[in-house]
T-cell receptor, first 112, second 112 residues
Framework: GENVEQHPSTLSVQEGDSAVIKCTYSDSASNYFPWYKQELGKRPQLIIDIRSNVGEKKDQRIAVTLNKTAKHFSLHITETQPEDSAVYFCAASKIEAGKSTFGDGTTLTVKP | DTEVTQTPKHLVMGMTNKKSLKCEQHMGHRAMYWYKQKAKKPPELMFVYSYEKLSINESVPSRFSPECPNSSLLNLHLHALQPEDSALYLC???????????FGNGTRLTVT
């Protein structure tokens, strides 16, 4: 089955700096890659996603890049703010699997 | 506002009790999920219902019994749980099994 590795497990940045979180996946047939943000005590929420027919997608300060050849995708957050502090999960899925496989998560701390 | 509604928010039960968790969505999604989440870990898939039929059971112990009465409702029946089953139980829905997950706020379960 699919295996998703996520790095780093913790990331601390200064407010205004950029943050990058990286994930690799094992199943070359995976074609959908969402990112979820989970604030302390709250539910995971989708922040951005990308499908395998696209190499990059951007939404204001958040961007995701996908390298299908290397089987990795990354989350980029620019101009970080304290409210970006949360746990971020990447995931990978394909329709045949019927489910998403999650990475282990990255705890991002943005220091004011 | 949360589009996936879960009740109750908190539940404390003894090991001999029988209780049920409930989940409701009105987005017309045809896939519904139960996840278990322990602190600082990713959501762990338990069950997937697709078009009201159980499509995935991730080898979950029989003390957890899912039910999908209709396309909007999902229940999780609990019986003879163990203290290690204490966790946050998240319900989610998606348009298909290869599209964004919409999570409810979860039920915080404590087994005493």
């Amino acid at each position: 089955g699919e295996n998703v590795e996520q790095h780093p497990s913790t990331l601390s940045v200064q407010e205004g700096d950029s943050a990058v979180i990286k994930c690799t996946y094992s199943d070359s047939a995976s074609n959908y890659f969402p990112w979820y943000k989970q604030e302390l005590g709250k539910r995971p929420q989708l922040i951005i996603d990308i499908r395998s027919n696209v190499g990059e997608k951007k939404d204001q300060r958040i961007a995701v890049t996908l390298n299908k050849t290397a089987k990795h995708f990354s989350l980029h957050i620019t101009e970080t703010q304290p409210e970006d502090s949360a746990v971020y999960f990447c995931a990978a899925s394909k329709i045949e699997a019927g489910k998403s496989t999650f990475g282990d998560g990255t705890t991002l701390t943005v220091k004011p | 506002d949360t589009e996936v509604t879960q009740t109750p928010k908190h539940l404390v039960m003894g090991m001999t009790n029988k209780k049920s968790l409930k989940c409701e969505q009105h987005m017309g999604h045809r896939a519904m999920y139960w996840y278990k989440q322990k602190a600082k870990k990713p959501p762990e898939l338990m069950f997937v219902y697709s078009y009201e039929k159980l499509s995935i059971n991730e080898s979950v112990p029989s003390r957890f019994s899912p039910e999908c009465p209709n396309s909007s409702l999902l229940n999780l029946h609990l019986h003879a749980l163990q203290p290690e089953d204490s966790a946050l139980y998240l319900c989610a829905s998606s348009g298909t099994t290869n599209s964004p997950l919409h999570f409810g706020n979860g039920t915080r379960l404590t087994v005493t």
